[in-house]
C-alpha cells in the first residue's frame, strides 16, 4: 500500500472513532507485499529498467559497487526505484582515482596508551551520575590513531550529560491535530527501508528519529507534509554521518517526485531553523557500540540487540527513556534471549550506568514489541523485521528463543 493511502487509512481510522486509545504501535511482518517503498503519490517504487525514463545509460553508485543490477544482497529482489541506486553523482574515472589511493603507512602510527577503567561499582549502588570514564577498547583500537583514545573518558562522559538535554517528550504528539502515533510509525517504517536501501549508517538511522520527533514536537504539521519531514530529516542526517550522502535530487525522486526540489529546501531551512541548528545530539547509536563491546557479544548477539534497538524507534512512548538506557536495555534483554548465565554483569552496569533493576521497565517495552513483531501484529509495517530476516543480519528475527 502507498506510503499516504497508509497515512490516510491511519486517519480514517482515528475519524470513525475505531481507533484505539494511544498504545505502542509496532512492526511486524505483514501477510503479503515484497518490501518496496511506496511513494505519496500512490505508485509503488520498484526497481526498473535504467534506461526507461533516466536517459539512456544505467549510472553507477560507489556505494552499491553495481552498475545495473535489480537486485543487492542480502535484501532480496525488491528496490525502490532505479533512482535509488543513484547515490552520487560522482563521474567514474574520479571514482577510480579514489580507489588508487595510496594507504598510510602503518609503521609512522606510534600506538597509544590505552584509557584505564575505574574499579567497578558496588554492586546494588546507585550509578546515576556516576558513569565510567570511558568505554572500553579491544586491542586492535589501542594502535589505530584515529580511535582517539585519549579523548574517549572525556567523549563518553559528555555523551551521558547531553543526552537528556534536546530528547523530546514522549506525549508530543497531543499537541498534532492531524497526526497520530501510528501515522509517525508508518513514516518511520517506510525511512527504515529507505535507510536500508542507501545502504546508510545506523547513526544517520537514529538521528534522523530524533530530528522528527525533535521538529514535531515544536511545529504542527499536516499529514500531507509528513513524509516531506521524514525525507527531510534523513536528508540532514545524512549530511552529518555519511562521507557521500544521497543528493538532493535522490531524495525528490526516493518520493516519486511528490514534492519538488525547492520544497525540499525550503523545509530544511523551516527544519534547522526550528531545531535552533541543533542537530548532531546523542543517540541511541552512539551508545551502542562502546556498550556491545563491553558486554562481549558476538556477531550474532550484536545484530540481535540492533534489531530490539531498531523496534523500539517505532515505539513513540520509548521516548522516556534516554538513549543510554534504551541501548542498554536492548543488551540486557539480548542477554536474557541467549541465555546468559551472568545477565548483567558489573562492568556492564559501570559502562551503562544503570543496574539490571532500573533498566528492566524500559525491557518490559522491548519485549513486548519484540513479541508483537514476531507474533506478526502491524500489517505492512513490516521493514524491521524484514531487514533483519536476511542471512547478512543473521536472520536473528526469524531465531526461536
Known sequence: MPFQERVNGAAAQRASG??????????????????????????????????TGMGTKARWSPRLGARSSNTQAGYGQASTRTGLKDITNLVESHALHVDKAKPLKQNLVQPLVPTTVPEPLPAGTAVEGKCASGA?????????????????????????????????????????TDLTDKMRTILIDWLVEVHMKYRLSPQTLHLTVNIIDRYLARKPVTRKRLQL????????????????????????YITDNAYKKEDV????????????FLIVVPTAAHFFEPMQKANGCDIVHRELAQYLLELS???????????????????????????????????????????????????????????????????????????????????VAKMKF
Not at 35 to 44: E, F, I, N, Y
Not at 138 to 164: C, G, H, M, N
Not at 265 to 276: A, D, I, Q
Request: charged fraction near 20%; charge should be negative.
Open 136 to 176: 572500553r577498547t579491544d586491542e586492535a583500537e589501542t594502535t589505530d590513531a584515529q580511535s582517539v583514545l585519549e579523548y574517549v573518558p572525556d567523549i563518553w562522559r559528555k555523551l551521558f550529560d547531553k543526552e537528556s538535554a534536546l530528547l523530546p517528550q514522549s506525549n508530543y504528539m497531543d499537541s498534532q
Open 265 to 276: 529546501l525550503v523545509m530544511e531551512c523551516n527544519m534547522l531553523t526550528t531545531l535552533s
Open 229 to 252: 519531514v521524514g525525507v527531510v530529516a534523513m536528508f540532514i542526517a545524512s549530511k552529518f554521518e555519511e562521507i557521500q550522502p544521497p543528493e538532493l535530487h535522490e531524495w525528490v
Open 18 to 51: 475505531t481507533a484505539t486509545a494511544r498504545r505502542p504501535v509496532v512492526p511486524a511482518r505483514g501477510a503479503g507485499g515484497n518490501g518496496a517503498l511506496h511513494s505519496a503519490r500512490g505508485r509503488t517504487c520498484e526497481n526498473t529498467n535504467p534506461s
Open 313 to 395: 524507534l517505532l515505539d513513540l512512548s520509548i521516548l522516556k527513556y534516554t538513549p543510554s538506557h534504551t541501548a542498554a536495555a536492548a543488551l540486557l534483554l539480548s542477554n536474557e534471549l541467549l541465555k546468559r548465565q551472568t545477565l548483567w554483569p558489573e562492568a556492564m552496569v559501570q559502562q551503562s550506568c544503570n543496574t539490571e533493576e532500573a533498566l528492566q521497565s524500559c525491557v518490559k517495552v522491548l519485549r513486548q514489541l519484540l513479541e508483537a513483531d514476531r507474533a506478526g501484529v502491524g500489517g505492512q509495517l513490516q521493514a524491521v523485521h524484514k531487514k533483519f530476516s536476511v542471512a547478512s543480519r543473521q536472520a
